[in-house]
């Protein structure tokens, strides 16, 4: 079941078009019941489906310099919440936060927007639902573009050397049962806030705004936090299957938690892959820093590929 509001309505200030959104493109939110979540996702324009997936510490806001341009361009794009983040639902315990039970919600929204496939790009841990999606279901993924999110097989080689694991010292951090959350919560969310002190130009204080307003909401933080718990507890169940889809990587160079070295995958993981395209003033947060260039790579990229499972239809409500 899918429910809209009417364009450009949000229960948030996300119609603001001075933080960052275009209003005259439509702008339109909704929610999709997928299985045991209820996902809030945004969505704008007509044509090929564009679904966009966002990472860790953010929510489909994330978006916000990419979602305009797509839709200009002809794309229908659809940037929904995470389970459990923001106004997502999501269910209790950190076994419900793999990788692969967040990849069948987005398999399950794609469906129910009345397509049978989409072009998939995602950003940090949405990256990592991007890569699981399209190797357990190839048959919904087009084209595939990865931002700053390591190949499984490659995060976890990483993970073998000293200098990625205290880049990664936050993924060990956050296994204790409740205390990230507590001081998640310190100071006006400022641990949360610090995960994104590399952007340049700098988030804005309206931009932040909206983050803790995300974050705030019930059970989010846990859950977010919960998705590195899986990932710990669990990640060594995925099964690792070749990426059949076309695919970019996207790479900002100064990012502070993924070394430049996870950016390639193994060819025989991706033997589709058309390149890695590394820009290197951007941090982790490359779709913010480098937005105009990221937007001219996603566009070129997957308008090479669009038009063929656009799928739209009513849905009944």
């Known amino acids: 079941m899918t429910t809209s509001t009417t364009p450009d309505t949000f229960t948030s200030p996300a119609s603001d078009a001075g933080i960052g959104l275009d209003v005259g493109i439509g702008l339109r939110e909704a929610y999709a019941e997928v299985g045991d979540v209820e996902l809030h996702y945004v969505e704008a324009g007509d044509g090929p489906l564009v679904v966009l997936l966002h990472g860790f510490p953010e929510f489909w806001y994330g978006w916000r310099q990419q979602i305009a341009p797509l839709v200009k361009a002809g794309f229908r794009v659809v940037a929904p919440d995470l389970r459990g983040y923001n106004l997502s639902s999501g269910p209790d315990g950190f076994a419900s936060y793999t990788a692969d039970k967040v990849a069948g919600d987005i398999r399950g929204l794609i469906r129910e927007l009345g397509a049978e496939s989409a ?98 909401q019930p059970g989010a933080a846990t859950a977010m936090i919960d998705y590195y718990r899986a990932a710990v507890r669990l990640g060594s169940k995925q099964e690792l299957r070749p990426v059949a889809a076309p695919t970019l990587v996207i790479w900002g160079q100064g990012d502070r938690y993924l070394g430049p070295k996870l950016a390639e ?25 480098e937005a105009e260039r990221v937007n001219e790579l996603l566009v070129d990229f997957l308008a090479s590929g669009g038009g063929s499972h656009d799928g739209r239809h009513d849905v009944a409500a």
């Open 265 to 289: 995958p193994h060819y025989e993981d991706v033997p589709n892959l058309d390149r890695v395209e590394r820009l290197p003033d951007a941090s982790h947060w490359v779709h913010h820093d």
């Open 119 to 216: 072009m998939v790009v995602g950003h940090d841990w949405g990256g990592s639902v991007a890569w699981t999606l399209a190797m357990n279901h190839p048959e919904v993924v087009d084209r595939l573009v990865i931002l700053n999110a390591a190949h499984p097989r490659k995060l976890n080689e990483g993970l073998h050397s000293p200098r990625q694991l205290l880049r990664s010292w936050y993924f060990f951090y956050f296994q204790f049962p409740g205390l990230p959350e507590r001081r998640a919560r310190r100071r006006h969310w400022r641990f949360f806030k610090r995960f994104l002190r590399d952007a340049r130009p700098p988030y804005t204080a309206e931009e932040l705004d909206r983050y803790v307003e995300a974050w705030s």
